[in-house]
């Protein structure tokens, strides 16, 4: 099993940047593919972005490529995701996960950092 704890979270400016951590206890951290997710209010929980657990593949939601990129550090059981040139409606609350590589599906969930972007 994994526990996740995200952090980073915060109020900014539309245009400004953010970066999430998300640490991960557990010594299955490094074969595990791991994903950041986000739940803006009224809204469903949706996919943003994924990382293998070899860190040699990532993928993205159309809405947040060129802008967002996820990484990892094994060595500190530590997933990221830095979140440049951000916009009103990336405000959600962004949790990161533990999944299946070939579906996205989640297995673990952190609790969740909020994200707020201001006009």
């Known amino acids: 099993q994994v526990q996740l704890v995200e952090s980073g979270g915060g109020l900014v400016q539309a245009g400004g940047s953010l970066r999430l951590s998300c640490a991960a206890s557990?010594?299955?951290?490094?074969?595990?593919?791991m994903g950041w997710f986000r739940q803006a209010p009224g809204k469903e929980r949706e996919f943003v972005a994924a990382?293998?657990?070899?860190?040699?593949?990532?993928y993205y939601v159309d809405s947040v490529k060129g802008r967002f990129t996820i990484s990892r550090d094994n060595a500190k059981n530590t997933v990221y995701l830095q979140m440049n040139s951000l916009k009103p409606e990336d405000t959600a609350v962004y949790y990161c996960a533990a999944i299946n590589w070939a579906t996205t599906q989640p297995l673990y969930w952190g609790q969740g950092t909020q994200v707020t972007v201001s006009s």
């Open positions: 990382i293998s657990s070899s860190r040699d593949y990532t």
């Open positions: 557990g010594r299955t951290f490094s074969s595990n593919a």
